[in-house]
């Protein structure tokens, strides 16, 4: 390929901004549909990436499902020439099928035949064990096991393993590691686990390490115990085919067999997520929840429909066989007093009470007579009744008649007598019913169907004179009531669709269902009875009859097939007023659609208890007796389908005479008196006239006519409403909304007008939801036939407006909590629109007029029907129209062809749409940043970016691009900082439209070269979409504003997740077109490298984990031959190479396995993210897929680390040649970093192992960088072999051991000693935190196996020796024996590293302190180590805030370098200065031996800068002195350098220092020392030991005393320590055995008379000490105190032999004595620390204390102690030493001398203005007197020549 060269060039790129962000362009669209039919393309062999599918759109007819033909098609006589076109539309969508637009390719095909995780060997992640203190090496774990498995491990407390604690990182100690195993190894956490034979835990074969097949000569090696060697463990003795696999020469062979092993079992990168979300159809559904969650069309035609329906089969009625009944059930609410069912009419009548009505029977039809019926309710209530009602003939008074039901008469005549009058008014009134009885029970309890459990009605009642209702409810306050004898039994059971087999099941207008209910009852438990088995037959099934429910709330969905029945109440009717006096009313209604009187009614009545099924006419209860009856009648009327005006009502009043034996006006025969009639107008003004009617009653004879005639009424009490009547109507064709009404007549007349839409919004919600599909459908039709009619698209308008209308009601009502889409919207425009035809503009109108809207509701907010932000939230409905429309208008052949689309007929319409799509775009970005109505102006995002995505498939594809661009360039924020909201904004947008089932090929990935004159511009227009994309994310990453970024991020990351799972592009090949799309994304992240530095340093890694990945995929993807001709055209000294470089590196760091990294929970869309945070979404916990999940991370580390290798191998390989020119360069520098920071992560086993092979090449290739090069590599290489070589793992021990050793025989050969490599093994493995060194020792032991292997096996071909002199034999054994000599070494460091670490969490401070000390000392002829132990004490003392013991160690530190830089290189240093801070400081440098004194810190910058640091620790000590001291040393160097700046911040340091002394002469305070002594058993080698500590200023001896006691209190137990409380000796015998005794002092320094120079300041005082005191007081009797007389002290003085400050805060006592005091010598020491008391006074010049001091001086009465001491020892002179007298005198007058300088002082320091002071005065000059005259007294007579004691003070 040819190279590849992106603005690479040093004259800058035209097509990027000042920031390095490149410029956006528009896409050529003149020339990007061509691209498509272009030979290029045609000719391209993976054609399927470039070209779109001929079948990517399918108009598809789903036929829809209909319970019957009846609820589509149009009952006779009707045809759709007669129905009106309101009517019409309806039946047009009931018969309408669905028709739905397949976007073929929008199901994503999950590629899941590619390798996954599962066939992958689980990796092992071995543990560093220098936490681990266990002394032999563990048994493997179970390789299956994760050590993080709580239930696998057991109870260390139950585990008897010696009295050391287990490794935390293993389970089972015992055995010691085979050499070819695994040592508790952690596996990965959810790895499966590895096959069998898969070879887990055992050696890989990498090249550089491959089995050897020639047979090794067995040779026992010499014992390393028996030469001196470190590690005698009998595991190592030989050498076996892994180890010498490992020691190969690297060839380039060895090149190629490492990049195969590498290749092995390696999948794709994204295959370690596990995606949890639904893949079909991608952002559409999640994000703008566009497809509707019914895939089944016919399923949706039960939405937001769940009743509960129930089953009752009637069985008999138990009465007296006395006359025929008549009986009803219905279900009623007593909750809302309403009838919540229609009637279902039965009866059970036995032969003999048939016979009796013979005459008025007629034959009944099989509906009618059914004993089974379906009740529904919309939602359980406890308030629910099911109600049964029985009527019976005509025959009088109820009361009378009831007596025969309510008495328990046997006998026969009264029997015969029931039986008789039964016959009597059975043959007379049979036709005719009155009320009788009633009974009812609950359906429900706590919501519960318990209906189930009653089988029959027992307590049936007479019938009352209130409603059913207020019966019921009266009964159950009262339960009073008239019983009958009887019952109904019957049984009831719960619906279920397992029981629609059983019944020939009809619908509530008794049309029989074709097919089961494919929606039945969501319940599918059990019934608690169930109907015998099927018949055989179907016309021998049951029928089972639909009630029609009345819902206390009308249900919110839309009507889906034709129903059309009229349910009439009468109510109530008022005859009192009739002249007649009637009083047995009965009416009889017909529906008529003439006013014939000759004709008869419609035969529309359904009829009720064994009647034909539909009758003309139906009659009413009667009430006897009654003038004003309420009636409890319900007559069901099948509405004609055509309704007009002539429709109507006729009610006739008949007056009925009972008893024929009675006189009336009327013959013996006639039993129907006509009474009047009343009409009702059904069809008036276009709607249908049933709101509760109040009508007058004319009692005029009716003749033709009667509804318009001539005739005058003679209307009832002056044409009063005493007629009254209510109605239910159940019609999905006649609405009764009056403005849908209206909307309808306009719509049937063909005369829509402005005032007919604008009705639109004034229906009511539940009509528009009911007609909403019609509804919609018919403003559409407007809206086509105003545009073709008028000529031009401004006459919409106003259609539009009611549409929109329309919508928002559906909207605002039908909607679910996790959704955004109301569901009743999308299932419209999924399936029910179909457009208007091929010559239709629809699209663009909708478009145009929503435009217009939009814009001038955002100018003019007060003029438009609705708020602006209500139309953004519909948005996603009319551009979903709008796509399907243009679908629609493009389909042939039930398909969206495939062809140019610039050179398409119906191009010349859709480039109309073009401009107003430029105008939406911008009208857009203007919303969002206008920042209101944020969360509607969001949903308008999201649907428009979900438009312009589905444009892509029906319209010029350029154009659609373009809209992107012309989106992405205008929203961008005004800075640089970000701006959340926007970016929120248009990575929602961008994620959608990436979405794209065909993204790949819109993107052109064609095979092309990068060639040096390759612009940005050519390749944006190649690959539009992936090169914005790239473009928007690393320009997030480079913004301030870090809430913006994840968003961005997010949309990378799951755009690569989909390209990696999807099914098409599963080979190599296709990725890597795909990912040269992207190419783009590298060039930035190298590019725009210092922009992103915020980016890499404070974004979090989860973050950072998400963004590289997508990385990573590119690294992986991409061609590697086209990566190589990529770096390698930037040149060997481009700075993108380090930039490349540091990118790797980065990704190294992002990887590095973490046991408990937790991949973040993330939603699967930018957009659903967004719209949580605005609340606008707020999905339960179970309705969240949207989720991926990161469930294989130690592979996918792996996976990154070994690609990462690769690279780095093939980038070596391209720049050997510049590497190795030069021992130092920034790009060799960056490949070693790499490699080490390889090794510096957490790895797993098969990785290192990989690592190792890279490291044998990389050290074969360029030795003379580790080796001789003046920089750190082979230090810094070392140190992280040296904690691998402490590695569980014995593979990569072997792998750590071996390249070591492969290093020194490198070493060796490069420059002849590794002397070098031997002092900086000893620095890096003295800094290691070991609790115990079984693995690294042996790993120790190996090196001199090795050695020892080539000595004395065979003459290696990179033998380090490789002269071939004499002598070579000589050299190979004095390598041997260094590599022996280093065993040793390392070993002894690892012991002392150990000790360290093994108590530095258990033990004191000062203990941790001395071993740091002593292992110091120890490196005494090693200085490097030295330093660096020193250092490493003078830092544990920093962190105890002992800051003058730190600064000790500095200067020690810095004596010893010193020493070396006057010796060895002549620098001039007065080597004494330091002597003078630390008179104990002797040290020496010894560099005669190998390597030593080679480290940074043997120079004169090392030496600066320790004693800056020691300077620094004395200042904070407040010891001046010695920091003046220091800078001695340091001037001159600076003055020799020039160094003024330097020189001069030390005078200023300086300064600083001596004001410090001035200003604090005698008020610093220093530290203080107490003696502690230890003893008893538990202090083991410290037992009878005394030490001094130094301790901090005004430290107390009860805090110290406090501090040491809870200390052992806690190794040795609360009650094994003891404090003794006394200073005297010890006496052994009487301490308890097994209990440790503390006896802790405080101590003064001690200055002997003989000490050659005098202290004489404060400072001078309180160092360099190394003598400390402490008084006992005793008396000559033995007891402890007595008199002044009596009172005699022991005083103890403790020497150490070093003087205090020292590097340590304590230092053993090596020696004591005691000296015992009488009691004159006491009195004499008292008398002289009270005259320095004094004199410190008389210094200070403090008032407040002064006068304090004063007081109890000269007041006698208050100072009996010098007074005490003159008579005592003064008074009786001569028994006393005469030359203690004589110092008792001297000590005297000294006081008295004292004394007064104190008085004369405050005499000056007091001002006597206040009398208060000036009575003090006078008061302690009194005082003072009085002590003179009598002290003088004794002074006299002890003294013969005394000195004057003036008392004129």
């Known amino acids: 390929r040819e190279s590849c060269k992106m603005s690479s060039a040093s004259t800058p790129d035209p097509n990027t901004n000042t920031d390095g962000s490149p410029t956006p362009e528009s896409v050529d669209t003149h020339i990007f549909e061509d691209r498509y039919y272009s030979p290029e393309c045609l000719e391209e062999p993976l054609r399927d990436l470039v070209s779109f599918p001929s079948d990517d759109i399918l108009i598809e007819t789903i036929p829809r499902f209909h319970r019957s033909p009846a609820e589509f098609s149009i009952p006779p006589p009707d045809t759709p020439q007669t129905l009106l076109p309101s009517v019409k539309e309806c039946f047009n969508f009931f018969a309408q099928d669905w028709l739905t637009v397949r976007y073929q390719y929008s199901k994503f095909t999950r590629d899941d035949a590619s390798p996954t995780v599962n066939s992958l060997t689980p990796l092992l992640y071995p543990d560093n064990a220098s936490s681990t203190s266990q002394k032999s090496e563990p048994a493997p774990a179970p390789l299956n096991q994760s050590i993080t498995d709580k239930s696998s491990t057991p109870d260390m407390a139950k585990v008897n393993v010696s009295s050391k604690t287990l490794p935390r990182n293993n389970i089972i100690a015992g055995k010691k590691e085979r050499p070819n195993s695994s040592m508790a190894i952690k596996t990965e956490p959810n790895a499966v686990e590895p096959p069998a034979g898969s070879g887990v835990g055992t050696r890989p074969t990498f090249a550089g390490g491959l089995n050897r097949s020639n047979t090794v000569k067995e040779n026992t090696l010499r014992s390393i115990a028996q030469s001196g060697g470190a590690g005698s463990d009998s595991v190592l003795r030989q050498l076996d085919s892994y180890q010498l696999g490992l020691m190969e020469k690297c060839t380039p062979e060895t090149d190629r067999r490492n990049a195969e092993e590498r290749a092995k079992d390696r999948i794709s990168i994204f295959r370690y997520y596990e995606p949890d979300y639904d893949w079909d159809p991608g952002n559409a559904t999640l994000l703008c929840f566009r497809s509707n969650k019914f895939s089944d069309p016919n399923a949706f035609l039960k939405y937001n429909y769940s009743p509960f329906q129930f089953v009752v089969n009637v069985k008999k009625l138990d009465l007296p066989p006395f006359e025929p009944f008549f009986s009803s059930l219905g279900l009623y ?119 189930d459990r009653v089988d029959s009605f027992k307590n049936i009642l007479l019938f009352g004179k209130e409603g059913v209702v207020d019966s019921i409810l009266e009964y159950n306050k009262s339960k009073k009531g008239k019983i009958l004898t009887g019952s109904l039994s019957m049984s009831a059971f719960e619906w279920n669709s397992s029981m629609e087999d059983n019944y020939r099941i009809l619908d509530a207008s008794w049309n029989i269902l074709s097919h089961v209910d494919y929606a039945s009852s969501q319940r599918e438990k059990g019934s608690s009875e169930t109907a015998a088995g099927p018949p055989t037959t179907v016309d021998q099934k049951p029928y089972l009859r639909e009630l029609q429910e009345f819902p206390n709330t009308p249900y919110l969905h839309p009507f889906w097939s034709y129903v059309n029945n009229l349910y009439v109440y009468p109510a109530s009717l008022n005859f009192a007023g009739h002249n007649r006096k009637f009083r047995n009313i009965v009416i009889k209604i017909r529906l008529k659609d003439t006013d014939d009187v000759e004709s008869p009614g419609l035969p529309v009545i359904y009829g009720k208890w064994s009647q034909a099924k539909f009758k003309t006419e139906a009659s009413t209860q009667v009430f006897y007796h009654n003038r004003t009856p309420s009636f409890q009648d319900e007559i069901k009327i099948l509405l004609p389908t055509t309704l007009t005006p002539k429709h109507h009502l006729l009610f006739t009043f008949y007056h009925l005479v009972c008893d024929s034996k009675k006189k009336t006006k009327t013959s013996a025969d006639e039993k129907e008196v006509y009474a009047g009639y009343a009409f009702l107008p059904l069809f008036v003004d276009g709607r249908l006239n049933t709101i509760p009617a109040h009508l007058p009653v004319n009692t005029n004879k009716m003749e033709s006519g009667y509804t318009s005639g001539p005739q005058k009424p003679a209307y009832l009490e002056s044409g009063k409403p005493v007629f009254q009547l209510n109605f239910q109507v159940i019609s999905t064709v006649y609405p009764l909304d009056p403005n849908l009404c209206d909307i309808f007549r306009a719509y049937n007349s063909n005369d829509m007008k402005k005032p007919d839409f604008e009705k639109v919004k004034n229906i009511s919600t539940t009509v528009a939801i009911q007609y909403f599909p019609i509804l919609c459908n018919l403003l559409l039709k407007q809206i086509a036939m105003e545009n073709a009619r008028a000529g031009n698209s401004k006459g919409t308008h106003e259609m539009f407006l009611a549409l929109l209308s329309l919508i928002l009601k559906v909207k605002q009502t039908l909607i679910e909590p996790s959704q955004i889409h109301n569901p009743l919207l999308s299932f419209y425009v999924q399936y029910v629109f179909v457009g208007e035809g091929k010559g239709s503009d629809l699209y663009f109108l909708l478009l145009k007029d929503f435009f217009v809207y939009c814009s001038f509701a955002r100018a003019e907010p007060t003029k438009v029907v609705t708020e602006e932000h209500e139309i953004y939230g519909i948005s996603w409905f009319l551009f979903d129209m709008i796509i399907r429309s243009i679908t629609l208008t493009l389909a042939k052949d039930n398909r969206v062809p495939d062809v140019n689309r610039k050179t398409r007929p119906e191009e010349e319409k859709l480039v109309t749409l073009y401009p107003v799509l430029d105008k939406m775009v911008l009208l857009l970005v203007s919303l969002i940043k206008e920042r209101k109505n944020t969360i509607n102006v969001f949903a308008l995002n999201n649907s428009a970016s979900l438009f312009v995505r589905d444009l892509f498939t029906i319209i010029h594809r350029g154009t659609a691009i373009q809209s992107v661009e012309k989106y992405s360039k205008n929203m961008t924020a005004p800075d640089a900082q970000g701006d959340l909201n926007i970016d929120t904004f248009k990575y929602s947008f961008l994620e959608i439209v990436t979405d794209y089932e065909h993204f790949v090929p819109i993107n052109f990935p064609v095979a092309h070269s990068y060639t040096s004159d390759f612009h940005y511009s050519t390749f944006r227009n190649k690959h539009p979409l992936s090169t914005l994309v790239a473009e928007e994310v690393v320009n997030s990453l480079c913004t301030a504003n870090k809430a913006s970024r994840p968003i961005a991020i997010n949309l990378l990351f799951y755009l690569l997740m989909k390209h990696d799972y999807d099914e098409r592009y599963r080979d190599q090949e296709r990725r890597a077109r795909i990912a040269q799309t992207y190419f783009l994304l590298l060039h930035r992240l190298i590019e725009d490298h210092s922009r992103l530095a915020n980016w890499r340093e404070k974004s979090e890694l989860h973050e950072k984990r998400e963004f590289l990945i997508g990385v990573v995929w590119l690294f992986k993807n991409l061609d590697r031959l086209l990566l190589r001709s990529w770096w390698r055209s930037l040149g060997a000294s481009n700075p993108r190479q380090v930039i490349l470089l540091d990118l790797w590196g980065l990704i190294v760091n992002v990887f590095e396995y973490k046991a408990d990294f937790k991949h973040q929970r993330r939603n699967r869309t930018t957009v659903t993210m967004a719209m949580s945070a605005y609340g606008a979404y707020q999905p339960k916990e179970k309705e969240r897929p949207h989720e991926t999940f990161l469930i294989h991370n130690g592979l996918l580390c792996y996976e990154v680390n070994v690609l990462i290798l690769d690279l780095l191998e ?47 090449s990389f050290a074969s290739k360029f030795p003379s960088h580790l080796f001789q090069a003046n920089n750190s590599y082979c230090g810094n290489l070392i140190a992280e072999i040296l904690r691998h070589c402490n590695f569980t793992s014995d593979i990569v021990r072997t792998e750590a051991s071996t390249f070591f050793y492969l290093l020194l025989k490198h070493n060796q050969r490069a420059i002849g000693n590794f002397g070098r490599m031997r002092i900086q093994s000893i620095t890096a493995l003295s800094k290691f935190k070991l609790m115990e060194d079984v693995y690294v020792k042996n790993s120790f032991a190996r090196l001199a196996q090795y050695a020892f292997h080539d000595y004395g096996v065979f003459h290696t071909p990179d033998d380090p020796c490789d002269n071939k002199d004499s002598g070579s034999s000589y050299q190979r054994a004095k390598f041997a024996r260094g590599v022996q000599d280093l065993s040793v070494t390392l070993s002894k460091i690892l012991q002392d590293t150990i000790r360290i670490n093994l108590i530095i969490n258990e033990s004191d401070y000062e203990t941790v302190a001395d071993l740091y000390y002593q292992i110091a000392n120890g490196y005494s002829h090693t200085p490097d180590l030295r330093i660096e132990k020193l250092k490493e004490l003078s830092h544990f003392h920093l962190k105890e805030n002992n800051d003058a013991e730190a600064a000790f160690c500095f200067i020690h530190a810095a004596h010893l370098i010193a020493d070396y830089l006057s010796t060895e290189k002549g620098i001039p240093i007065d080597t004494q200065l330091f002597k003078t801070v630390s008179p104990s400081s002797a040290e020496f440098a010894d560099p005669d031996s190998e390597g030593t004194c080679q ?355």
Request: net charge negative.
């Open 333 to 451: 609410d007593l909750a809302t007093k309403r009838k919540i069912s229609e009637t279902y009419f039965f009866e059970d009548n036995d032969m003999h009470a048939q016979e009796l009505i013979k005459d008025y029977r007629e034959e009944g039809d099989p509906v009618t007579m059914s004993k089974s019926v379906l009740f529904t309710v919309q939602k359980p209530s406890d308030t629910i009744y099911l109600v049964f009602q029985m009527e019976k003939v005509l025959s009088g008074d109820l009361e009378a008649a009831a007596e025969y039901y309510a008495k328990s008469n046997t006998k026969k005549e009264f029997s015969d007598k029931m039986k008789l009058d039964a016959r009597n008014y059975c043959q007379r009134l049979g036709a005719f019913r009155q009320p009788f009885a009633w009974a009812a029970v609950p359906v429900f309890e706590a919501g519960k169907f318990v209906l």
């Open 1210 to 1256: 093939d980038f070596i390989s391209d720049f050997r040649h510049e590497l190795g020119s030069s021992e130092s360069s920034e790009m060799m520098d960056k490949v070693f970093g790499l490699l080490l920071n390889m090794m510096k992560k957490n790895q797993s086993e098969k990785f290192l192992s990989h690592l190792y092979a890279t490291l044998r």
């Open 1495 to 1849: 480290t940074s810190d043997f120079s004169q910058k090392g030496m600066k800068e320790l004693l800056k640091k020691a300077i620094n620790g004395l200042e904070q000590a407040e010891m001046f002195e010695y920091g003046a001291q220091l800078y001695k040393i340091l001037t001159p160097l600076f003055e020799k350098d020039h160094n003024y700046r330097e020189l001069s911040q030390a005078h200023l340091k300086l300064n600083v220092f001596w004001d410090k002394v001035l200003a604090g002469a005698n008020q610093r305070l220093f530290a203080t020392f107490f003696r502690v002594g230890f003893w008893g058993e538990p202090f083991e080698e410290n037992d009878g030991k005394e030490y001094i500590y130094r301790m901090p200023k005004l430290y107390h001896l009860f805090e110290l005393s406090q501090k040491l006691k809870d200390r052992y209190s806690k190794l040795f137990g609360e009650d094994m320590v003891v404090v003794i409380q006394d200073s005297h000796p010890v006496d052994r015998s009487k301490l308890e055995k097994g209990k440790a005794y503390l006896q802790i002092t405080h101590l003064e320094p001690y200055f002997s008379p003989d000490d050659p120079k005098p202290r004489t300041t404060e400072f001078e005082k309180n160092v360099n000490l190394d003598q400390f005191t402490f008084m006992t007081p005793f008396t000559k009797t033995g007891k402890t105190h007595g008199s002044i007389a009596e009172q005699c002290k022991r005083k103890t003085i403790c020497c150490i032999d070093i003087p205090f400050p020292y590097m340590i805060t304590r230092l053993p006592v090596t020696r004591k004595y005691i000296v015992e005091i009488s009691p004159i010598e006491s009195s004499i020491e008292t008398i002289e620390q009270r005259v320095e008391t004094l004199m410190s006074e008389v210094q200070k010049k403090n008032l407040k204390t002064l006068q304090q001091v004063l007081q109890g001086s000269v007041r006698l009465q208050v100072n009996a102690g010098a007074m005490e001491i003159c008579r005592i020892f003064l008074g009786e002179a001569s028994n006393f030493p005469q030359d203690q007298v004589l110092k008792l005198c001297s000590a005297l007058k000294g006081f008295l001398k004292a004394c007064e300088q104190l008085l004369q002082l405050n005499k000056d320091l007091a001002s006597f203005d206040d009398p208060a002071q000036e009575s003090f005065h006078q008061e302690m000059t009194t005082g003072y007197n009085e002590l003179v005259a009598e002290m003088s007294s004794f002074l006299k007579k002890a003294e013969p020549v005394s000195d004057d004691l003036t008392t004129s003070a």
